[in-house]
């Protein structure tokens, strides 16, 4: 069999086709939620971690790993939980859940550095919104400067970023 010019060119314009319709998807699920700190691969929230599990353990420094099983889709990403009750209270009430700024880096966008993703395992409470890090230098300015100020510079950033 003869490969024409004119094959490869159907071929080509199909192939474009299946591109631009892709990236069309993309863009319109981006429109259509705020942004959520996920991995480059894939669109699973904060590295995986359950986010419920931090509310119930404020004062243990470790991360709960979510499981697959347990997943509920907000605001265009999967988040994980460890535990099927986890996940029933987050689809109850993603708001009270979710970390700040859908788990970027509290820090990056206090020194208006934009969204860095975070993967869940560096985090703290402050007043009672839970902010996650990109790296402990992070969290441990926020601990020995004025969080609450490093925080509105944060909340400014964020509500410019997100629209």
């Known amino acids: 069999m003869t490969i024409t010019r004119n094959d490869l060119f159907t071929r080509q314009r199909g192939f474009m086709a299946i591109i631009f319709l892709g990236l069309l998807m993309c863009v319109s699920a981006y429109v259509t939620a705020e942004p959520v700190s996920t991995g480059y691969w ?27 099983r347990f997943s509920v889709t907000w605001q265009g990403a999967r988040w994980l939980f460890a ?15 979710r970390p700040e700024y859908n788990g970027f880096c509290s820090n990056a966008l206090s020194m208006d550095e934009g969204l860095i993703a975070t993967d869940g395992r560096v985090w703290e409470f402050f007043g009672d919104k839970l902010h996650l ?31």
């Open 42 to 68: 894939g669109a699973t929230a904060i590295g995986g971690t359950d986010t419920v599990a931090y509310h119930s353990q404020r004062q243990v420094k470790g991360a709960v790993a979510g499981d697959k």
């Open 83 to 97: 535990s099927q009750a986890s996940a029933e209270k987050f689809a109850a009430a993603p708001e009270r859940y």
């Open 133 to 163: 890090f990109y790296a402990e230098r992070g969290r441990k300015r926020w601990l020995d400067g004025p969080w609450p100020m490093y925080q509105q510079q944060a909340d400014s950033a964020w509500a410019l970023l997100r629209k």
